[in-house]
């Protein structure tokens, strides 16, 4: 199981096996940049086996960002597995401006706000609360869990991005802004945005409950 109560994913790099050769931090909080990049360089020297470890190193992280923002396990699923074969398919192309746990976070987190902005709005449960930090304590008033869960599905895909990779990765916010491309008062602005939208459905619902 995950970090966050969802089934762990296994994923294969496309044209290869899975294979554990190489693997040099099990916890994904372990894994350091110069460790990834040089597995990247030996990915894009034509080692296949080489990406297999990038995507078990970084799998978890991938898919439990993808769950988290779309509450589907398959479609989670099936937007984990894009992620990393688009980046395989761009690798080349991969400079390393930023780390590749950054990039494919970047690619997963795109894919999915393209994903919900393609869709309806249709909330689904959370396995769990976000974590409340010193920056905030908006879910210490969640005494209703389906509201809290009904507020978060509700918020723009990218604000949903914002928060989810704040309050359920626990990422600063200069990663966010990284991950999302965007500058970094802007990722503030999201976040501070979708706490207030999160706090005004979670004040409205316990005004109705008290009438």
Same mark, same amino acid.
């Given at each position: 199981?995950?970090?966050?109560?969802?089934?762990?994913?296994n994923f294969a790099a496309p044209g290869s096996s899975s294979t554990?050769?190489?693997?040099?931090?099990?916890?994904?909080?372990?894994?350091?940049?110069?460790?990834?990049?040089?597995?990247?360089?030996?990915c894009k020297a034509g080692d296949g086996a080489a990406?297999?470890?990038?995507?078990?190193?970084?799998q978890t992280t991938v898919y439990n960002i993808a769950y988290r923002m779309v509450r589907s396990r398959d479609e989670a699923d099936d937007l984990a597995q894009d992620a990393f074969v688009k980046a395989f398919g761009a690798?080349?192309?991969?400079?390393?401006?930023?780390?590749?746990?950054?990039?494919?976070? #970047?690619? @997963?987190?795109?894919?999915? =706000?393209?994903? &919900?902005? !393609?869709?309806p709005r249709q909330p689904r449960p959370l396995d769990e609360l976000p974590e409340?930090?010193?920056?905030?304590?908006?879910?210490?008033?969640?005494?209703? #869990?389906? @509201?809290?869960?009904?507020? =978060?599905?509700? &918020?723009? !895909?990218?604000?949903r991005a914002a928060i989810?990779?704040?309050?359920?990765?626990?990422?600063?916010?200069?990663?966010?802004?990284?991950?999302?491309?965007?500058p970094l008062g802007t990722v503030k602005t999201h976040i501070r945005r979708a706490r207030g939208l999160i706090a005004r459905q979670l004040s409205d619902s316990f005004e109705k409950k008290e009438r």
């Open positions: 199981m995950g970090f966050d109560g969802t089934p762990e994913r554990k050769e190489g693997e040099l931090s099990a916890d994904p909080r372990a894994i350091t940049r110069d460790e990834d990049e040089v597995f990247v360089a030996r990406y297999s470890v990038l995507v078990e190193r970084h690798m080349r192309g991969f400079r390393g401006e930023c780390s590749f746990r950054t990039w494919i976070c #970047r690619i @997963v987190a795109r894919l999915c =706000v393209d994903f &919900l902005r !393609a869709r409340a930090g010193t920056d905030g304590d908006w879910t210490e008033k969640a005494v209703n #869990r389906q @509201v809290l869960e009904q507020a =978060v599905a509700s &918020l723009p !895909a990218h604000y989810v990779l704040r309050h359920s990765e626990g990422l600063a916010y200069e990663e966010i802004a990284r991950i999302l491309h965007l």
